[in-house]
Each structure stands twice: as structure tokens, then as C-alpha cells.
């Protein structure tokens, strides 16, 4: 396996030997000379394995090896440490760390624990496809964000996932509460069973008794043969209740006695049927508000919510919204066959705007819209409705797309940081490229692809 390495160290001496060392060996290798600096290519590049310093300035290995599981927890992480500070490496492993290299190391040290951690990222790997193999059979959306507060929620799922606990999730209509419950049986010990979902505010109460548990033939007027509930339609597998709030206090008892029992009886029916099911219930309203004001049972809410799953709403994860305008952009892309690259800064700016009170589902609506309307290559705020255009306070004499406009920024900053250091070292380009951390022939490349005099 060919990687990208990000190697971080305050000693050039130090970068230039794992540089050497991996890239001989087919890999792409980034340095960093601190870990302020690390962590800004990491905001702007695809990792697969990171080694770096313990005792560096500013931002140190142990202080950028938390950020790093915080944020990128998927690459692992080797720790390089001088012979008297063990210590330091043990703290390391205990924080998350793959594996660390003691000073002094052989060049076959590196490679055998690059190795070892390639091998692991491999393994990851397929787990991965093969999970979201299963979930692309089960018709199961990709959660999108990279939010604090939604890391925070896929962490706590995967913790309870593999539990036998019931769970309530909750959040506003729109947050996809539905999809953090189809993962929660995705990543459980029952994702080859079933996953039924069933929406409890759409059904008046004996029909939601009857679709729940079941009927025999005769109990009430149509019901001209037995009928299997969707709880035992679930036997062994996940039963999701959607806006459980709604249901009346009659049918919250006989919810009560089917958790408390583990089996049901049908309406019309003198015997119970046992059944292994996992329910997860999600609403949308504050359940213990309407347990305070006697709309909701008490014992039935302790019942659910063994584990609670808070999901926040889209105005307070902000920083996940260009990735879901972007996301749903391709997504309606594809099924509509529309050539659209990006989204104006216009564009983007109005959405970001939006306090999106409808949150991700709103989103979705306004970008397949914007999609189907759009007539060029852009999606521009002609293609938003009316509400989320008068977001906008005011109109932007940039037209150029979004991505384009981050692009050109970066290049003049580039630029302007070579210009800087040509400057400082009289034009010595040796001098100018050690200031820079990167290798002289990579400075040649940038003189020559930015444009700065004759290399």
C-alpha cells in the first residue's frame, strides 16, 4: 500500500531522513516543522499515517496528537521520542498513539513500523467497504459533518450500537434521526435482521395498536384474517418508532408491558407472542416537558431513553452546511443529469445564512431545487427561493466560483511566503527553501508554476 505520510519535526535534519527514507519506497511524504503547521495541511490534504516529535515548539506532539484524534482519529498515529523520554511514548500510547520510534532508529525501524501501521490502515479499510457495502444494500444515506457536535453523536453511537439498550433520539424535525438509527442497527449484532421503521404520527391508535402487535381475524370490523405486527415482523432485528411523543397514554401502556414483557399480544387475540426485538424511539417535542405536564408516561420514558442520542440542529453546526450543500449538490447532480461543478460565492453565502428551521431536510429540498433550475455550470442565488436569497445582506461583486476564489487565495499566499524568503536569503534559493521547510527542487517547481522570475 502507497501512502500519503505527513512527518512533523522541528529538526530539519530529522524530515529530510524520513523523506528520503519513505519516498524511496514509492510513498507521498509531507513535512511539517511544528504541529501549528501540521495541522493546517491537515485541513487541506488526506493523510494516511503521521510520525512526529514529541517536544517540538508551539504546538507540541502530545498537544497535536489529541487535536489529531479529535479530528482525523482514523490515522493512525507514531510518536517519535528521544531515549530518556519513555515515558513520554507510554503517555502517548495511552492517548491514542499506534505505535512510537526511540532515538536513535535504523532506516528499517521506519519501514517496519510504517509497515505495521499501512497493514492496519488496510484492514480499517475494508472493514469500512464492507460496512458501507452493507449499508448501500440496506438503502442506508451517508451521515454528513464533521462538526464537533456531530462527532460527538456518532461516538456515543458507536459505543451503544452493539448494546441490547433501547434508545431514544432526539432532535427537531429534519435532523435525521431516522438515519442515526438505521446506523445504530447497521453497527449492531443484528444488521442481517430486519429494519423496520414505522412513523407513530401518521396512524390513528387502533390502527398503530393493530400495525404494532398485530390482530386475529374478527377483532374488529375489517379485519378479515390475522395479521403479523411489525413487532414480530422484526423478531430478532430493529424496530425504530418515530415521533413516539405523539401516541396516545393507552397505547403508551401497552407500549410499557411489550419493553417490560418481551412479547406482545395481538388486538383480538388470548395469547402473547415472545419476541427478541431492539426498539430505538425518536421524537421530535421535549418528552420530559410532556411527562411534567402528564402527556407522557414517566415509567415508559425511563423505558426508552436507557440511552439518549441528542441531535443538534443545522443553525448549531454550521460548519457542517457547505459540506451538505456541496454533497447534495452532486448528489441531485447525478440523478438529474446536470453537468454542475460548484456554487457561487453568492450562492454560498446566502445558504450559510439561512437558519434552515427544516435543518438537513430543508437543505436537501432547497439544493434539489437549485440544481433543477440551474442553467450553467454554477448554481447561483437566481436558483434559490426567494427566503433563503433574502438572506443575503448585501450583494458580493465576486462571481468567481467558491472553490476557485479559496484556490487563487492560497496561490498568492504561497507566493508572497516565497517572495518573503528569496528576499531574506538575498536570493539564495538553498537558503530560501530550508526557511520554507520544503526541498529545493520543490522550490524550483513553485517558482516555476507561480510564476516568480526565472528559476
Not at 501549528?36 to 491537515?42: K, P, R, V
Amino acid at each position: 500500500m502507497l501512502a500519503k505520510i505527513l512527518v512533523v519535526d522541528d529538526e530539519q535534519h530529522m524530515l529530510k531522513l524520513f523523506e528520503k527514507i519513505l519516498t524511496r519506497q514509492g510513498h507521498e511524504v509531507r513535512t511539517a516543522a511544528s504541529g501549528t503547521e501540521a495541522i493546517s495541511l491537515l485541513e487541506k490534504n488526506d493523510f494516511d499515517l503521521i510520525f512526529s516529535d514529541l517536544l517540538m515548539p508551539e504546538l507540541g506532539g502530545m498537544d497535536l496528537l489529541k487535536e489529531v484524534k479529535a479530528g482525523y482519529s482514523d490515522i493512525p498515529f507514531i510518536v517519535i521520542t528521544a531515549y530518556g523520554t519513555i515515558e513520554s511514548a507510554v503517555e502517548a500510547m495511552k492517548t491514542g498513539a499506534f505505535d512510537y520510534l526511540t532515538k536513535p532508529f535504523r532506516k528499517d525501524d521506519i519501514l517496519l513500523v510504517t509497515g505495521k501501521a499501512l497493514k492496519y490502515c488496510e484492514l480499517r479499510n475494508e472493514v469500512k467497504r464492507l460496512r458501507e457495502k452493507l449499508k448501500d444494500k440496506d438503502g442506508v444515506k451517508k451521515i454528513i459533518g464533521k462538526s464537533k457536535a456531530m462527532r460527538d453523536v456518532l461516538k456515543l453511537v458507536a459505543r451503544v450500537a452493539d448494546s441490547q439498550a433501547t434508545v431514544l433520539i432526539q432532535g427537531e424535525s429534519g435532523t435525521g434521526k431516522e438515519l442515526i438509527a438505521r446506523l445504530i442497527h447497521d453497527l449492531s449484532g443484528r444488521r442481517d435482521k430486519p429494519f423496520i421503521a414505522v412513523d407513530c404520527g401518521v396512524f390513528p391508535e387502533h390502527l398503530l395498536q393493530s400495525e404494532l402487535f398485530g390482530h386475529v381475524k374478527g377483532a374488529f370490523t375489517g379485519a378479515v384474517k390475522d395479521k403479523k405486527g411489525l413487532f414480530i415482523a422484526a423478531d430478532k432485528g430493529t424496530l425504530f418508532l418515530d415521533e413516539i411523543g405523539t401516541i396516545s397514554q393507552a397505547m403508551q401502556l401497552n407500549l410499557l408491558r411489550v419493553l417490560q414483557e418481551k412479547e406482545v399480544r395481538p388486538v383480538g387475540s388470548v395469547t402473547s407472542i415472545k419476541g427478541d426485538v431492539r426498539v430505538v424511539a425518536a421524537t421530535s417535542i421535549d418528552l420530559e416537558e410532556a411527562m411534567h405536564e402528564g402527556k407522557f408516561r414517566r415509567d415508559l420514558y425511563y423505558r426508552l431513553a436507557v440511552v439518549t442520542v441528542d441531535l443538534p440542529p443545522l443553525r448549531e453546526r454550521r460548519s457542517d452546511i457547505t459540506m451538505l450543500a456541496y454533497h447534495f449538490m452532486r448528489k441531485y447532480a447525478a440523478i438529474y443529469d446536470k453537468k454542475l461543478s460548484d456554487i457561487t460565492p453568492d450562492a454560498m453565502h446566502a445558504i450559510m445564512q439561512n437558519p434552515w428551521p427544516g435543518n438537513v431536510r430543508e437543505l436537501e429540498n432547497v439544493m434539489e431545487r437549485a440544481v433543477l433550475l440551474s442553467a450553467g455550470p454554477l448554481i447561483d442565488e437566481a436558483s434559490l427561493p426567494l427566503p433563503v436569497r433574502q438572506m443575503m445582506p448585501y450583494k458580493t461583486k465576486q462571481l468567481e466560483p467558491f472553490k476557485t476564489v479559496i484556490k487563487a487565495a492560497g496561490r498568492e499566499a504561497e507566493k508572497k511566503a516565497i517572495l518573503k524568503a528569496l528576499e531574506e536569503t538575498s536570493g539564495n534559493k538553498t537558503r530560501a527553501a530550508r526557511i520554507l521547510g520544503i526541498s529545493r527542487s520543490s522550490l524550483y517547481n513553485k517558482i516555476c508554476a507561480l510564476g516568480i522570475g526565472k528559476a
